[in-house]
């Protein structure tokens, strides 16, 4: 089984294959959550401009620079486009604000957040207006602010199998080097993971522990909780990991690791951001790995069904099906 910490982009560059998840953080908790994963060796960061946190990693990021105390070509920062208001704003405004935020002169990774552009409208409720939305378009704009020296390597995030293809058939001059979806044990995604890897894509899983937290933050906003599957307290998980003297959360990152899968597991607690960085001393059997696959419930397995944002699911460019609010 080969246990490595980078996957060849193909852009030439290298992503590490262990990130640090940055959404749902209140501000001090993410400034030390990032001291300590950087201590711990994290060099992966995943924001986005929608998580209103990229000032904070920048911050941290600029100390850690200034006192050489890492490297700017060791780090991998992925960001993401916000999925409202491309028209009104344009991408290179998106792009220059990611990076003045970010105190950086580059990202790593530039991830279209969502497939779908909306008119956002301020009050929790409010049906935002879908705006029309040109992936070819956009990933043309992207493509500049790659030529001028601003990203490294391109991506897309809860694009389909179809929308991606869409942008491959384009013939484009900078390819998608990444796709980040929700994937984790409970929603496997087998076909599009095997389309990415066909395609020379390489997946980033999010969600991958299958987002504890996500019910306390849909209240936090107003929403209704949602019957979230619980796979750390799953009796396979469970048995898995005690075979190997692991925890649950070791099992269910390292089943995606040898699965080519990269993970960002989000967590704002020194002890488990060890954890969750410490997957290579071990290897999942190939009978652990079967059981762990029997896991898939489909899309009855996903988690987030962005309801927040209301009237995106009636956009054109919505990725998913229309049953994924019955889990
Ligand atoms: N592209 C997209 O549309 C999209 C959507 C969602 C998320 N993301 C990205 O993916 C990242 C990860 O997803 P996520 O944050 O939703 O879910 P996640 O990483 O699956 O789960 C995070 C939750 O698990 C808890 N946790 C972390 N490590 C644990 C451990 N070892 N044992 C038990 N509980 C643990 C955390 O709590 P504590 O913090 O209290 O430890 C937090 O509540 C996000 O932070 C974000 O960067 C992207």
């Known amino acids: 089984m080969d246990s490595k910490s980078y996957f060849d982009l193909s852009s030439g560059y290298k992503i590490p294959v262990v990130g640090l998840g940055t959404s749902k953080c209140k501000v001090e908790e993410l400034e030390q959550a990032l001291n300590a994963a950087l201590e711990i060796g994290y060099r992966h960061i995943d924001t986005a401009s929608v998580y209103n946190n990229e000032n904070t990693i920048g911050t941290v990021l600029k100390q850690w620079l200034d006192s050489g105390k890492v490297k700017r070509e060791q780090l991998f920062v992925a960001t993401k486009l916000a999925f409202f208001n491309h028209s009104l704003n344009g991408i290179e405004e998106n792009v220059l604000r990611s990076l003045e935020k970010l105190k950086l002169d580059y990202v790593d990774l530039y991830l279209i957040h969502f497939p779908v552009n909306i008119e956002k409208k301020e009050g929790h409720g409010e049906v935002w207006k879908t705006l029309e939305t040109d992936h070819i378009a956009m990933w043309k704009d992207l493509e500049e602010q790659v030529d001028k020296g601003r990203i490294k390597s391109l991506g ?108 960002i597991p989000k967590s704002v607690k020194p002890e488990r951001l060890r954890e969750n960085f410490d997957l290579f001393g071990f290897v999942l059997e190939e009978s652990d790995m079967m059981e762990l696959r029997r896991l898939d419930m489909g899309e009855k397995g996903r988690i987030f069904n962005f309801s927040m944002i209301k009237g995106l699911s009636s956009h054109p460019e919505w990725p998913f099906g229309t049953d994924i609010y019955t889990i």
């Open 156 to 263: 897309v995030s809860n694009f389909n199998q179809k929308q991606i293809q869409k942008i491959l058939d384009s013939n484009p001059k900078h390819k998608i080097t990444n796709l980040q979806v929700e994937l984790h044990v409970f929603l496997q995604q087998p076909e599009l993971v095997e389309f990415c890897h066909k395609n020379n894509i390489t997946i980033t899983a999010f969600g991958p522990l299958g987002s504890p937290g996500y019910n306390e933050h849909l209240l936090k906003v107003g929403e209704k909780a949602i019957n979230i599957p619980h796979i750390l307290s799953n009796e396979i998980v469970r048995k898995i990991s005690e075979k190997h003297s692991k925890t649950p959360a070791q099992v269910v990152l390292r089943f995606l690791l040898q699965n080519d899968v990269i993970v």
